[in-house]
């Protein structure tokens, strides 16, 4: 069994959700993360912000950001045990990220830490 990042990406990040919003979408989201825990397949996650953030460029230089006005942002990922990318992505069907609309959600396999495949 590998392990899969579920990879949270928000088309505009630029709009900010109430208060009420996101009490709503963190209930949803931990009720979407308890049913995979539940399947004993959930590994961990996190959300990212924006606050203190910095970009390094390949020349080194190093810039605030990114910043919510940029075309898509990732929100934050949870990592999962599957037996294929097609049953982690069963798993991503069910993220309430999917709800805002141009969101989506990247399934990757996770590179196994004694460089088998």
Partial sequence: MDEYALIMRHE????????????????????????IAAQNKFV???????DDAKVVHH???VTNG???????TIGGFITVKAD???????????????????????????AKRDGAH
């Fill in 44 to 50: 961990s996650g996190t959300g990212l912000l924006f």
């Fill in 66 to 72: 990114p910043f919510g006005e940029i075309k898509e």
């Fill in 59 to 61: 020349n080194k230089m």
């Fill in 84 to 110: 294929s990318a097609e049953e982690a992505a069963e798993f991503a069907k069910g993220c309430p990220v999917l709800g805002g609309e141009g969101n989506t959600m990247e399934v990757r396999r996770i």
């Fill in 12 to 35: 505009d990040g630029s709009k900010i959700a109430s208060p009420e919003q996101m009490e709503i979408w963190m209930k949803a989201t931990m009720d979407w993360i308890g049913g």
